[in-house]
């Protein structure tokens, strides 16, 4: 089975495959590297909010609604061609499905994994975009795109599997019988959790 360290040499190999006509656009790959970040600074500062018992439906919905407030002035300028039938119809579905109930669904997720776990398993979402491009859209799907998918589906695989890690390798438990972590050490002296 390939590793992560396989799947991540792949991945950087991918990156480098000259294609035709392809044109790099460093503007673009930039902003793609931000919004990578930004969904990962996102993950996170979601995560945090999960245990301190924020309601995540509020949550979700007052991020969101921030987000839509920073946008309006391109909504604006783009209102005649939403108003459109079809298009109206598409921004109802993207607004609901693929916005509101995907980030609820990911904050609940959040609730019950590891945000390093929810953050990786979103990658689902660009196997997604690929088979539905190829088969709504009739794109092609040239050697790398295919090598690419075959890479995410084997990275998914490598976290979604439990770890079988020799003892002497994993991380103590809080409390093994013999000796207690510093939190279990604090809580039994000052009777504060930390």
Do not use: H
């Amino acid at each position: 089975m390939v590793g992560r360290d396989g799947v991540r040499r792949g991945g950087r190999a991918l990156l480098t495959v000259p294609q035709g006509a392809v044109r790099v656009d460093p503007a673009g790959i930039a902003m793609s590297l931000a919004a990578g970040c930004c969904f990962g600074v996102y993950t996170v500062a979601a995560k945090l909010l999960t245990g301190r018992g924020v309601g995540m439906a509020a949550a979700v919905s007052v991020t969101l609604l921030e987000g839509g407030a920073a946008l309006l002035p391109w909504t604006i300028a783009a209102l005649p061609a939403l108003a459109e039938p079809r298009a109206a119809v598409l921004v109802g579905w993207l607004g609901v499905a693929a916005t509101a109930a995907a980030y609820m669904c990911f904050v609940t997720g959040l609730g019950r994994v590891s945000a390093a776990t929810a953050g990786t398993l979103s990658l689902v979402e660009p196997l997604v975009a690929v088979v539905l491009a190829v088969l709504v859209l009739g794109e092609p799907m040239p050697l790398p795109v295919v090598a690419g998918t075959v890479l995410l589906l084997g990275g998914l695989a490598v976290v979604s599997l439990p770890r079988t890690l020799p003892r002497t390798f994993r991380r103590p438990d809080r409390y093994d019988d013999v000796n207690a972590t510093g939190a279990v050490k604090v809580e039994a002296t000052t009777g504060e959790r930390p």
